[in-house]
């Protein structure tokens, strides 16, 4: 499965952006999907999970400001990212569990400027 990820871009802190994940096949039999986050010099860190019957698991550092969602009719998984704080930055990936593979999406740059 493809995964395409959009919807990053430069926002100020405080700012909202919706970052989306289209897959290229259905996802209603995919059991995890996720955002991921790198940011410069860092490790890639887990920000959020949804799971096939729509529960949610967060990161505490973008827990009660972030949400993420899926859409299997659309084949699309979204993160909603509410009042976004400098330390935010970071390129984002979409992420989804196939029968043991990991697949990955190309990744959307957030930046958020102070």
């Known amino acids: 499965v493809q995964l395409q990820a959009s919807g990053g871009g430069l926002v100020q802190a405080g700012g909202s952006l919706r970052l989306s994940c289209a897959a290229s096949a259905s996802i209603s039999t995919i059991p995890i999907m996720a955002w991921y986050r790198q940011a410069p010099g860092k490790q890639r860190e887990l920000v959020a999970v949804?799971?096939?019957?729509?529960?949610?698991n967060y990161a505490d550092s973008v827990k009660d400001r972030f949400t993420i969602s899926r859409d299997n009719a659309k084949n699309t998984v979204y993160l909603q990212m509410n009042s976004l704080k400098p330390e935010d930055t970071a390129v984002y990936y979409c992420h989804a569990v196939v029968l043991g593979r990991n697949f990955w999406g190309q990744g959307t740059l957030v930046t958020v400027s102070s």
């Open positions: 949804v799971t096939g019957g729509a529960s949610t």
